[in-house]
Nanobody, 118 residues
């Protein structure tokens, strides 16, 4: 059974870069057909998809966040990473990594709280 685990700082200062890593165990991130995404949930808001990287390494981003977002992967470590630049308090949220297949979120990490504050 696949497991996903987010890791990274819980506190980021405004204008800095938020960096999170998702470590995947139980399956390879290179399995054909899988996509590996980052989503977040802010207080009082719904779930927001941030972006994804495919099993072949192709990224895709939410248009409104595209200019600030990079998602990459390290197949040797079976990890994928989110970088969100120039953060503001509006980026405060619980961040989740997910495994996607056939346009559905099929596996989730437990989530990690990230607060943007000086």
């Amino acid at each position: 059974q696949v497991q996903l685990q987010e890791s990274g700082p819980g506190l980021v200062k405004p204008s800095q870069t938020l960096s999170l890593t998702c470590t995947v165990s139980g399956d390879s991130i290179t399995i054909e057909g899988d996509w590996w995404s980052w989503v977040r949930q802010s207080p009082g808001k719904g779930l927001e998809w941030i972006g994804t990287v495919s099993y072949s390494g192709a990224p895709a981003y939410r248009p409104i966040l595209k200019s600030r977002t990079s998602i990459s992967r390290d197949t040797t470590k079976n990890q994928f990473t989110l970088q969100l630049r120039s953060v503001t308090p509006e980026d405060t949220a619980i961040y989740y990594c997910t495994r996607d297949r056939d346009y559905a979120f099929v596996s989730w990490g437990q989530g990690t709280q990230v607060t943007v504050s000086s």
